[in-house]
């Protein structure tokens, strides 16, 4: 069954017309240009959410790479965001927050967080367990991310400074303490 919606192909050499059918019109959700399948093909297999990697051709994969699929798809139902949702950016890294009202509840969208943060009882940066941390903002200006933090981790910071995620990346990811030692990337 295909929708109702018309797309051309924005190939400037195309210009098909065509209709997607109801389990491909994901695609025109992150697309930036729609393309036919053929130019699809013809251009590299592109992603149609992030545009940088090789998208994936399983038809459940509506054309997304492996990032962008597990970032922003629903991780029960596998549906990508429709068109109408605006997706919002986690408030403690730089993926997308939950948006899939279906199988979210009203606490988990109104927290702006993405599943593992909102799931997450453990320190940003030591990842112990606990019930005792808190919410902190990232120390970065103009940076509105959250981290969540122990007392102990805290207190390592010399400066006091908190940083989010991808504030923590562009600043050399280092060490929270000595600040000049590079780290580990994972966990032990």
């Not at 093909?41 to 990032?67: A, L, P, W």
């Not at 943060?117 to 940003?124: L, R, T």
């Not at 120390?139 to 923590?168: H, N």
């Amino acid at each position: 069954m295909t929708t109702n919606a018309v797309y051309k192909c924005a190939d400037k050499d195309c210009g098909i017309t065509f209709r997607f059918c109801s389990k491909c019109c994901g695609i025109a959700a992150g697309a930036q240009a729609v393309i036919c399948k053929t130019c699809w093909y013809k251009h590299g297999q592109i992603c149609s959410y992030c545009n940088v990697k090789v998208g994936q051709h399983d038809m459940k994969k509506r054309r997304s790479c492996r990032e962008c699929h597990s970032n922003l798809f629903c991780g029960q139902c596998e549906a990508p965001p429709p068109s109408v949702v605006k997706i919002r950016t986690c408030t403690s890294c730089a993926n997308a927050a939950l948006w899939c009202s279906a199988h979210s509840t009203e606490q988990q969208l109104a927290s702006c967080l993405c599943l593992a943060h909102f799931d997450s009882n453990e320190c940003h940066y030591c990842y112990i367990k606990g019930s005792t941390y808190t919410w902190e903002a990232c120390s970065t200006p103009g940076c509105d991310k959250i981290v969540r933090s122990c007392e102990t981790c805290k207190a390592r910071f010399c400066d006091g400074q908190l940083l989010c995620d991808p504030c923590w990346s562009l600043a050399g990811a280092t060490c929270i303490a000595c600040k000049t030692t590079p780290t580990r990337t994972e966990r032990e």
